[in-house]
């Protein structure tokens, strides 16, 4: 890292279907304006952004109305291109043409002149906005071997391309069109050694750990979540890896409509956020800032300090890259995985065939029946509602606790949070209905009114 402190902008981008090159190049001069008026050293684009470089080259009937219908979404679509381009839509819905198999039919035709127009694109991106850019990925033909991956790119401020990831975990479509990246690398830039997870990679605590072995001073996590579902799981993962290395790192995802997939409605969702380890964050939740929206487009900013971030690998009170025996836990960690590759399903590890050791006192004929194979009769839980909790007994838990607003690894002037408190932390409850839950609707009425006859 070349200077004490870095501004980094992660971008959350729609997917969208675009005519030509120069009318998705136009959409990214948005967002890297955004970035360059916050003067930002490093701008980070979330994964399978890099597919909307692939309609322009498509010429089938579908993508070409999809083309249609995206013009007459522009705010200065005329009214003529509005009426036309929901035509257009609704036509391309009622199709049953895969996209799956026409960008897998125009990787195997066009699959070069795709990888060179994207490096293209994103070496004069960076180069005239004179800033580190992290490219959204695509499906391109890996430069080894020429095999299709899942491959993200990053440039310099120069337009020299750095470096490349491609995805290892495979998730939905990514195995239809794509096979396995080889290997986790560090990629070494002005702004700081990256290490960069696609997706389900993160989700791995091995590979957040490699890469902080390789130097990793930055964690990307880049995602298209198909579900709220999988990205709450993603959101946990970055900031879980995050944690776990004490590294700062960024998170940007894709957002809207994917118009691509067919007649089926696919929305991906996510919200972007930029983290740094919790003692370095105004609210100790591992959040800088945060998108508000699963849906809309922004472009979020922050700044890294990289000495409080040496400092709190110093000072802090859980020393993980301090006090790491790094050979002993490699040599550890290898054995594990060579055991666990050898015996995938661990249960299998047990042989019920195998005699007890106080068999002689069993009866042969009768069946042995596991713990787990019993059923379940009845349970016993307490009494439903519990007793109410007399507040004004409880004394606080801060007495004991340190001053945190003095706490040496964070600063005088934190970096505010988009991240909307749930409530006010000093109300009281006021009712018992507070206090309740849904589990009160497994109760029949009768048996609530005698609860209530009886504490009366």
């Not at 195995?175 to 080889?182: E, H, I, P």
Request: hydrophobic residues 40%.
């Amino acid at each position: 890292m070349t200077s004490e402190r870095l501004i980094v902008a992660c971008v959350q981008q729609c997917m969208r279907v675009f005519a030509t090159v120069g009318d998705y190049q136009n959409e990214l001069h948005r967002f890297l304006r955004i970035a360059q008026h916050k003067h930002a050293a490093l701008a980070i684009f979330p994964e399978l952004g890099g597919t909307m470089l692939a309609p322009p080259m498509l010429r089938d009937s579908r993508s070409t109305l999809l083309k249609y219908a995206e013009r007459g979404r522009r705010r200065k679509a005329s009214l003529w291109q509005r009426y036309t381009g929901q035509a257009a839509a609704w036509i391309a819905s009622r199709s049953r043409q895969s996209f799956v198999a026409t960008i897998g039919a125009c990787l195997d035709v066009a699959g070069d002149e795709l990888w060179e127009t994207y490096c293209e694109l994103f070496s004069g991106l960076a180069r005239q906005y004179h800033l580190t850019l992290i490219a959204p990925s695509g499906y391109f033909p890996d430069p080894i071997d020429g095999k299709i991956r899942n491959i993200t790119a990053v440039f310099g401020p120069d337009g020299t391309m750095l470096g490349y990831q491609a995805k290892v975990m495979l998730y939905g479509i990514d195995k239809t069109l794509a096979v396995v990246g080889m290997d986790w690398d560090v990629i070494q830039t002005e702004v700081g050694a990256l290490g960069i997870l696609l997706g389900s990679d993160v989700l791995y605590p091995e590979i957040g750990r490699l890469l902080a072995y390789k130097g990793a001073e930055i964690l990307i996590g880049q995602g298209a979540c198909p579900s709220t579902v999988l990205y709450q799981k993603l959101r946990a993962g970055i900031l879980a890896r995050m944690q776990d290395n004490q590294l700062f790192a960024a998170a940007s995802y894709l957002v809207g409509l994917n118009e691509l997939n067919g007649r089926v409605e696919l929305r991906y969702h996510g919200r972007s956020a930029i983290l740094a380890p919790q003692e370095l964050t105004p609210r100790f939740n591992g959040v800088l800032v945060e998108m508000g929206s699963q849906g809309s487009e922004g472009v979020l900013s922050a700044d890294w300090n990289y000495l409080a971030l040496r400092r709190l690998w110093e000072l802090s009170d859980t020393p993980v890259r301090r006090d790491m025996a790094f050979k002993q836990i490699g040599r550890v960690v290898a054995t594990l995985y060579a055991r666990l590759k050898d015996a995938p399903n661990l249960l299998e590890e047990i042989h019920p065939e195998e005699p007890l050791a106080d068999d002689h006192l069993l009866d042969k004929d009768k069946v042995i029946v596991r713990l787990e194979e019993l059923p379940v009769i009845s349970t016993i839980t307490r009494r439903w509602p519990p007793a109410k909790l007399d507040y004004s007994s409880v004394e606080p838990m801060t007495a004991d606790m340190p001053e945190i607003a003095h706490s040496p690894l964070v600063s005088e002037h934190p970096t505010d949070s988009a991240e909307i408190p749930h409530g006010d932390p000093e109300r009281k409850p006021t009712s018992t209905a507070e206090d309740e839950t849904e589990e009160m609707e497994a109760l029949p009425e009768s048996q609530i009114e005698k609860d209530k006859e009886q504490k009366d």
